[in-house]
């Protein structure tokens, strides 16, 4: 079975241990994988080896955990992991976050074209605004206004845009026998002054085989949506269920047609994560473990769970290890400020037991599915089949065996079915994503 479209799949790396918190705790995770880079390679080659389009390094340039309790949600550097990984593979894409405010254009054009052309076009740019108060302290600012930095985030993306195009693509001549190494009339200034970034140019580094990196953006309500439209091929989302997932991507595409673009040409990826294992019980099992290792925060969990499903529920008026009495899951009502409240009260109406209920991961960030292979496929696949995603990236709950896992036991069933491909379509990002090559800014490519 072959379906018309099929779908792209995203690892996501997070500092190394997978996308739960206490998962550094687990039997056979290194402790210190967070500064051990081979963990990111490792997990690459896996990816690659299942035909991952890219892995996504989400990041933000703050330490925001309490490292008491927890792992750090960044690696120490993302653009030095790509960096290693780059070396170690082939095909697989390597997108990072870079904030708009707080790096130059200059230097965002830099790192990220060289590593473009060190990966043979493989690099992408996750361009986000930064609204954290605590990065901001740590460049002695505070956060500006939404419409600030999202001026900013316009301004740095068309910049680097210009910079990255400021070679003509004949330009690198390397005549040796002429002793001209590149043509300096088609290498050019590109003068662009804006409110709050300037560049002269040009940056020193000739195309890629993809022309040069392509921009990803995630988050931030219509400002956002503004900016993926003018520019992103790719989105990071995090929609909760299919409806505001099918929302927010034709919300995607039609951003990309009010700034003249395809609405095929900029594509959706749905959060999702994973506790994977040969039956449905053994992977509630394996999260029970996980949240084990931090009962401190269970009496919150509990609680929010009960602010969830309309009533006040605590580890004292509760046993969390039974079902909710049938009189008080008379009166649950999903809340409506929480798109993951349905879900709660179907598994607490399934007569599962608080604890379970949590461990089903329903106040995680992503959707979360625990069970076996099958039910994971299946989950992709109606979220795929419905028109929620262009694909999903994916974060395991562990990563030193859930990588492996999803490629062993889930990548083959999407190929099955249909919803996967088999074999990377092209060398670069941009033909793994189904994307066009660009070059320059976008609207007036090749200037
Ligand atoms: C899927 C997804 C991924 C994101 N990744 C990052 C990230 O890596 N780094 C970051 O600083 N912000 C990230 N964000 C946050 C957004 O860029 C944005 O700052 C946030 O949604 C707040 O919105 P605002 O920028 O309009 O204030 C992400 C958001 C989403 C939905």
Same mark, same amino acid.
């Given at each position: 079975?072959?379906?018309?479209?099929?779908?792209?799949?995203?690892?996501?790396?997070?500092?190394?241990?997978?996308?739960?918190?206490?998962?550094?705790?687990?039997?056979?995770?290194?402790?210190?994988?967070?500064?051990?880079?081979?963990?990111?390679?490792?997990?690459?080659? %896996?990816?690659?080896?299942?035909?991952?389009?890219?892995?996504?390094?989400?990041?933000?340039?703050?330490?925001?955990?309490?490292?008491?309790?927890?792992?750090?949600?960044?690696?120490?550097?993302?653009?030095?992991?790509?960096?290693? #990984?780059?070396?170690?593979?082939?095909?697989?894409?390597?997108?990072?976050?870079?904030?708009?405010?707080?790096?130059?254009?200059?230097?965002?054009?830099?790192?990220?074209?060289? %590593?473009?052309?060190?990966?043979?076009?493989?690099?992408?740019?996750?361009?986000?605004?930064?609204?954290?108060?605590?990065?901001?302290?740590?460049?002695?600012?505070?956060?500006?206004?939404?419409?600030?930095?999202? /001026?900013?985030?316009?301004?740095?993306?068309?910049?680097?845009?210009?910079?990255?195009?400021?070679?003509?693509?004949?330009?690198?001549?390397?005549? #040796?026998?002429?002793?001209?190494?590149?043509?300096?009339?088609?290498?050019?200034?590109?003068?662009?002054?804006?409110?709050?970034?300037?560049?002269?140019?040009?940056?020193?580094?000739?195309?890629?085989?993809?022309?040069?990196?392509?921009?990803?953006?995630?988050?931030?309500?219509?400002?956002?949506?503004?900016?993926?439209?003018?520019?992103?091929?790719? #989105?990071?989302?995090?929609?909760?269920?299919?409806?505001?997932?099918?929302?927010?991507?034709? $919300?995607?595409?039609?951003?990309?047609?009010?700034?003249?673009?395809?609405?095929?040409?900029?594509?959706?990826?749905?959060?999702?994560?994973?506790?994977?294992?040969?039956?449905?019980?053994?992977?509630?099992?394996?999260?029970?473990?996980? $949240?084990?290792?931090?009962?401190?925060?269970?009496?919150?969990?509990?609680?929010?769970?009960?602010?969830?499903?309309?009533?006040?529920?605590?580890?004292?008026?509760? /046993?969390?290890?039974?079902?909710?009495?049938?009189?008080?899951?008379?009166?649950?009502?999903?809340?409506?400020? /929480?798109?993951?409240?349905?879900?709660?009260?179907?598994?607490?109406?399934?007569?599962?037991?608080?604890?379970?209920?949590?461990?089903?991961?329903?106040?995680?960030?992503?959707?979360?599915?625990?069970?076996?292979?099958?039910?994971?496929?299946?989950?992709?696949?109606?979220?795929?089949?419905?028109?929620?995603?262009?694909?999903?990236?994916?974060?395991?709950?562990?990563?030193?065996?859930?990588?492996?896992?999803? #490629?062993?036991?889930?990548?083959?069933?999407?190929?099955?079915?249909?919803?996967?491909?088999?074999?990377?379509?092209?060398?670069?990002?941009?033909?793994?994503?189904?994307?066009?090559?660009?070059?320059?800014?976008?609207?007036?490519?090749?200037?």
């Amino acid at each position: 079975m072959k379906t018309e479209k099929q779908m792209a799949l995203a690892l996501q790396m997070v500092s190394g241990y997978g996308g739960e918190f206490s998962a550094w705790r687990m039997p056979g995770t290194d402790p210190a994988a967070y500064t051990n880079t081979d963990s990111y390679v490792e997990r690459a080659k %896996l990816a690659e080896k299942g035909k991952f389009q890219m892995i996504f390094i989400a990041d933000t340039p703050v330490l925001n955990n309490d490292l008491g309790l927890q792992t750090p949600s960044f690696p120490m550097d993302p653009m030095l992991a790509l960096m290693a #990984v780059a070396r170690e593979t082939k095909r697989i894409g390597l997108v990072a976050t870079l904030s708009t405010t707080f790096n130059y254009p200059y230097n965002i054009a830099r790192q990220f074209k060289a %590593l473009d052309v060190i990966s043979h076009g493989r690099a992408g740019w996750n361009a986000v605004t930064t609204s954290d108060p605590a990065a901001a302290a740590n460049f002695g600012a505070q956060v500006a206004s939404r419409k600030e930095r999202y /001026d900013m985030a316009h301004e740095s993306i068309q910049i680097v845009q210009a910079l990255w195009g400021s070679w003509e693509q004949d330009a690198w001549t390397l005549d #040796v026998e002429g002793g001209k190494f590149a043509d300096m009339d088609k290498i050019k200034p590109i003068n662009l002054q804006g409110q709050y970034y300037a560049s002269r140019g040009p940056l020193p580094i000739p195309p890629s085989e993809q022309g040069q990196p392509v921009i990803f953006q995630a988050g931030g309500g219509e400002k956002g949506l503004e900016l993926a439209g003018s520019y992103a091929s790719g #989105v990071y989302a995090n929609p909760y269920d299919i409806e505001s997932a099918r929302l927010h991507r034709e $919300m995607i595409r039609q951003s990309a047609v009010r700034y003249g673009r395809n609405p095929d040409d900029i594509k959706m990826y749905a959060g999702f994560m994973f506790s994977l294992a040969s039956t449905e019980e053994e992977a509630l099992e394996r999260r029970r473990q996980l $949240m084990s290792f931090n009962p401190d925060e269970i009496p919150s969990r509990v609680s929010y769970l009960g602010s969830m499903v309309g009533l006040h529920l605590s580890v004292n008026s509760v /046993d969390i290890d039974q079902p909710l009495a049938t009189d008080l899951l008379k009166r649950a009502y999903p809340s409506p400020q /929480d798109p993951r409240s349905a879900i709660a009260l179907k598994l607490l109406k399934q007569g599962l037991s608080v604890r379970d209920v949590l461990a089903h991961g329903v106040i995680n960030y992503h959707p979360v599915v625990a069970g076996t292979a099958v039910q994971v496929a299946d989950f992709l696949e109606e979220w795929f089949l419905a028109g929620a995603c262009d694909g999903f990236s994916i974060v395991p709950d562990i990563a030193h065996d859930g990588v492996a896992d999803f #490629v062993e036991q889930v990548v083959p069933i999407l190929q099955e079915r249909g919803l996967f491909h088999k074999e990377y379509e092209g060398e670069t990002l941009r033909e793994h994503m189904g994307v066009p090559y660009q070059y320059g800014r976008t609207g007036i490519e090749n200037q």
